[in-house]
């Protein structure tokens, strides 16, 4: 059945990773403290929500998989908190609707890191407009003029989207849409000041869809899931905001393991560096080597020196923390990544991985770049193995103009590399800069994309992980 709680959420995005963290959250408040709720979910691209939905109600399971409590834990977890469904794209005015409810308080949204982008070809008029912040720009007007600009009837806009200062950014687009679209002075104070859009970091592995799972789970309980998700039990989410809101969304109450704060830097730097970083590392370098997930790069000898490499040579020392603290993080994320239980699937962290290695690597790159003087070896390779993938590979999955950029070049990267490599760090369409002016970059990439067309990704990286060392003197 759906869930017997009123619709007091709308969640943009209905993959794993919010199935298996923030309607998980909704769960347990739900049972903890009294929080009542259920999530109307938007799906924020065009295309029908899978068919499982609602064969199955919206209901699915979670399998929690991993270290917990010192020793290993396996638990399921059903979750009916999914009230209902709606598509903006075929379904615009069914979308709008759900703006004049009048219980609604929460947006929660993981449109992924290239969600959170100004669409300069949007307009209002749109049936709906293209991007996350358009859409939730028509639906916030939308309540506005169901509510007359009532000041109690704003949002709280919790957005998990991976990019700094998330909810800062996500006020911004929904701003200048409001300024540009509605040129209603009243609309913008209301959107700016009726509103709360709070910068958020979510960090919890969510490995996704498992066949295995599902056929257990029929099996042992003879339900045929065919939405369950595999997590692991570890879970944070920092939020940049007062401790007072606890009274309209409990989630210490219940037990979780949420920080109010009015700085989630520290928490960001640790976890996007250090999580996410690695985790797309090992996405460019693990599809390259023909591997399947997380543990299998854990398990690779040679895969494994090599993310250990990039860690201790070039993430940690330009680390804004004491080495000991951020080395203490580092090996938390090491026994989450060795985790036997999650089958993390690389083509799952690898899905808009420009958008990623921009957030993740990116920033690193250019700290180690002031300290040093020089491109890092390591974080280097990253980019030509997602260059050489991307490519190459029959399928990725990535916006199209990254993808096309990438597939025009699939020949001068063998003929002419040097000038591939120039082109790719000149491309401040993808990077939000050109990095042309990276002392040793584009030679070092051009050189990196050789040894991988030519060698193949095991020995190129090898080289890699060697010349790094070399520099550093290790």
């Known amino acids: 059945m759906p869930s017997e709680y009123p619709v007091r959420i709308v969640q943009f995005g209905e993959g794993v990773f919010l199935r298996g963290f923030m309607n998980w959250m909704i769960a347990r408040m739900n049972e903890s403290a009294g929080f009542g709720a259920s999530a109307c979910v938007v799906k924020p691209r065009p295309g029908d929500f899978p068919a499982a939905f609602r064969k ?20 399921r977890e059903s979750n009916d908190t999914i009230a209902r469904l709606v598509r903006p794209h075929g379904e615009f005015g069914a979308f709008l609707e759900e703006a004049d409810n009048p219980g609604l308080f929460c947006v929660v949204s993981n449109t992924t890191e290239a969600g959170i982008a100004h669409a300069a070809a949007d307009r209002a008029e749109d049936r709906p407009a293209s991007s996350f912040p358009g859409k939730l720009t028509q639906f916030l007007r939308r309540r506005y ?86 997590a692991e039990p570890y879970h944070l989410l920092a939020i940049r905001g007062p401790e007072s809101l606890e009274r309209v969304l409990p989630f210490r109450q ?46 690779s000898p040679w895969l494994r020196d090599a993310v250990r490499a990039a860690n201790e040579l070039e993430l940690l020392p330009c680390m804004p923390f004491p080495a000991e603290e951020s080395g203490r993080y580092l090996e938390t994320v090491f026994r989450r990544f060795e985790n036997p239980f999650l089958d993390h699937r690389l083509e799952n962290t690898a899905l808009n991985g420009v958008a990623k290695w921009k957030t993740r690597l990116l920033p690193p790159l250019l700290d180690y ?106």
């Open 145 to 230: 003029e169901t509510f007359r600009g009532a000041p109690g009837k704003g949002l709280i806009v919790l957005p998990c989207e991976l990019i700094e200062s998330n909810g800062a950014a996500l006020r911004e687009i929904v701003l200048e849409h409001a300024r540009r679209w509605y040129r209603d002075g009243r609309f913008e104070d209301w959107v700016r000041d009726a509103n709360l859009f709070l910068d958020t970091l979510v960090d919890r592995i969510v490995s996704g869809y498992s066949e295995e799972e599902r056929r257990s789970l029929r099996e042992e309980t003879g339900f045929d899931d065919a939405l369950v998700v595999v």
């Open 56 to 75: 199955q109600n919206n209901r699915y399971t979670i399998v929690f998989k991993g270290m917990e409590g010192g020793g290993p834990c396996v638990r």
């Open 254 to 299: 219940s037990g979780l393991n949420v920080v109010w704060t009015e700085d989630i830097t520290p928490y960001r730097t640790l976890k996007v560096r250090l999580l996410n970083g690695n985790h797309t590392f090992m996405a460019m370098c693990g599809l390259g080597a023909g591997f399947g997930n997380i543990l299998d790069c854990m398990r």
């Open 369 to 474: 770049h002031a300290r040093t003087g020089s491109a890092p070896v390591l974080l280097s390779f990253s980019l030509a193995a997602l260059a050489v993938r991307y490519a190459t590979a029959d399928s990725v999955r990535d916006d199209p103009a990254a993808v096309s950029f990438f597939k025009s070049l699939a020949d001068g990267m063998r003929n002419d590399p040097d000038s591939c490599a120039r082109e790719i760090a000149g491309n401040a369409a993808l990077w939000g800069e050109s990095l042309a002016p990276v002392a040793g970059f584009s030679a070092v990439l051009a050189s990196q994309i050789r040894d991988i067309l030519s060698s193949g990704m095991e020995k190129a990286l090898a080289g890699a992980v060697e010349a790094a060392r070399r520099r550093e003197g290790a």
